[in-house]
C-alpha cells in the first residue's frame, strides 16, 4: 500500500472523528433531524474529513513526485 493512501486514511479517520463526537452529542441532545437540509448539517462533517483526506492524498503524493 502507498505511504500517500495509508496518510490520507489516516487524516480521514482523524478528521472524521474530530467532527463525529460533537455531531453525535447533538444528536443526542436534539434527536434525529426531520428535513434533508437538517441532515446534510450532520453529514457535512464526513464530506469535511473526505476533503481532508483528498487535501493530504495529493499533497504527500506531490511531496512523493518532488523527492524522486
Do not use: C, H
Request: net charge positive; hydrophobic share 65%; glycine share 2%.
Amino acid at each position: 500500500m502507498p505511504d500517500w493512501l495509508i496518510r490520507a486514511i489516516k487524516t480521514f479517520v482523524q478528521a472524521f472523528f474530530g467532527v463525529l463526537v460533537p455531531e453525535v452529542v447533538t444528536i443526542l441532545q436534539r434527536g434525529w433531524p426531520e428535513s434533508w437540509a437538517s441532515v446534510w448539517a450532520y453529514l457535512a462533517p464526513v464530506v469535511a474529513a473526505a476533503l481532508a483526506a483528498a487535501i493530504s492524498a495529493v499533497w504527500n503524493i506531490l511531496l512523493e513526485k518532488v523527492s524522486k
